[in-house]
């Protein structure tokens, strides 16, 4: 089992910035490549960027590309992701996930997920 918790979340304005935080606890956490997802009011959930177990590789939609960008600390058991130029269509509810599988962005390959934070992103 891997229990994550996010953090971080809140309320900016368009233009804005936030880091979200994924503390991971359990099993050894360099063994997981690393997910952020959201869903926003009445959408599906939507894939937002990934990182591979040691951390040199990361992927990303088109939607987030250049303003998004994830890390992970793997002493801290810690995955963050930095959102720069916030859009009021960012505005989700944010999850971290964990995947024994790198370089993936279906949510069915990752196992394990926080309980979410929020973001709004104000015009």
């Known amino acids: 089992q891997v229990q994550l918790v996010e953090s971080g979340g809140g309320l900016v304005q368009a233009g804005g910035s936030l880091r979200l935080s994924c503390a991971a606890s359990?099993?050894?956490?360099?063994?997981?490549?690393m997910g952020w997802f959201r869903q926003g009011p009445g959408k599906e959930r939507e894939f937002v960027a990934a990182?591979?177990?040691?951390?040199?590789?990361?992927n990303y939609p088109d939607s987030v590309k250049g303003r998004f960008t994830i890390s992970r600390d793997n002493a801290k058991n810690t995955v963050y992701l930095q959102m720069n130029s916030l859009k009021p269509a960012d505005t989700a509810v944010y999850y971290c996930?964990?995947?024994?599988?790198?370089?993936?962005?279906?949510?069915?390959?990752?196992?394990?997920w926080g309980q979410g934070t929020q973001v709004t992103v104000s015009s």
């Open positions: 996930a964990a995947s024994p599988f790198d370089r993936t962005y279906a949510a069915p390959d990752y196992g394990f």
């Open positions: 359990g099993r050894t956490f360099s063994a997981y490549a």
């Open positions: 990182i591979s177990r040691s951390g040199g590789s990361t």
